[in-house]
């Protein structure tokens, strides 16, 4: 990693634990005038990420300079791109809360790993590996927002229902917002994840044989995908929104979180370089 790099890599991490931290004294003080400033940081920390990104590609060779500090940055560029892009049409800071904690927890994660150690083997490497990451890592960012705006809904919603909404109540982003949130989410996730797995299906037929659909990180992501699906189909087909999309959609995430963990660190997989 160049110093450039370095440094940038740094600025991006410093302006989003502040983002993160003015989210969370926002909700504790009441005022929106503070995450609307946290806002800013956190675009300020996206653009400096997005600067450490582009000059870490030019001194990638192919995939031969492409680490795990490079992979968890791109996901954490991924959530607050489109958390920012959101803001543009829904003016929904506070959800920041729930969001910039993520994008935090992706970049401390980042700053723990090697940015020099080869993330793909060299014989997996490929237009459909890139393919197969890029697609996988934006239709997961896209059922975290879902997830976060999920969450912010059933705390407005208890709000609501208990009839004391009180000051946070009224800073709070409004139920038909998250949950609109909530759908575009889901609508756009899931499509990019199927994408995503085709083609990592298509290029594990050819590189790994027959034994690559008995792989465990294989065996969850189509669990993930069949529970984001039916949760699609419910909301386009049955009419299902609200609260009980918001409910489902935070338990997705939760077992995916916890299932993504798990394969990791406990269980023997192909995917282990990730």
């Excluded at 582009?54 to 791109?74: C, E, K, P, Q, Y």
């Excluded at 080869?118 to 590996?129: A, E, I, K, M, Y």
Aim: glycine share 10%; aromatic share 12%; hydrophobic share 60%.
């Amino acid at each position: 990693m160049t110093s450039v790099e370095g440094i940038l890599f740094a600025a991006a991490l410093f302006c989003c634990a502040l983002a993160t931290a003015g989210y969370l004294i926002s909700l504790l003080v009441r005022r929106v005038a503070l995450a609307k400033i946290s806002t800013w940081i956190l675009a300020a920390g996206f653009m400096l990420l997005t600067l450490n990104l582009l000059v870490a590609a030019v001194h990638w060779t192919g995939w031969s300079s492409f680490g795990s500090r490079h992979f968890l940055s791109i996901y954490a560029w991924v959530i607050a791109g489109i958390y920012l892009g959101l803001q543009l049409k829904t003016k929904t800071r506070l959800l920041g809360a729930f969001i910039a904690p993520f994008i935090l927890l992706f970049l401390i994660a980042a700053a723990g790993q090697g940015a020099d150690r080869n993330l793909v083997p060299s014989q997996w490497q490929g237009g459909l590996t890139t393919l197969h990451l890029v697609l996988a890592i934006a239709g997961e960012a896209l059922f975290v927002l879902a997830s976060a705006a999920g969450a912010m809904l059933l705390i407005q919603n208890n709000l609501l229902k208990n009839k004391k909404p009180g000051p946070l109540g009224r800073l709070l982003p409004s139920l038909g917002d998250l949950d609109q949130i909530n759908h575009f989410g889901l609508l756009w996730g899931f499509p990019l994840l199927t994408l995503g797995m085709i083609g990592g299906a298509v290029y594990a037929a050819f590189v790994w044989g027959g034994s690559w659909p008995a792989d465990p990180k294989v065996v969850w992501s189509f669990a993930v995908w069949v529970f984001y699906g039916f949760l699609l189909h419910q909301r386009l087909a049955i009419g299902w929104k609200g609260s009980r999309m918001a409910v489902l959609s935070c338990l997705g995430l939760i077992v995916f979180l916890l299932s993504a963990l798990g394969i990791r660190f406990c269980l023997a997989t192909v995917h282990n370089f990730i």
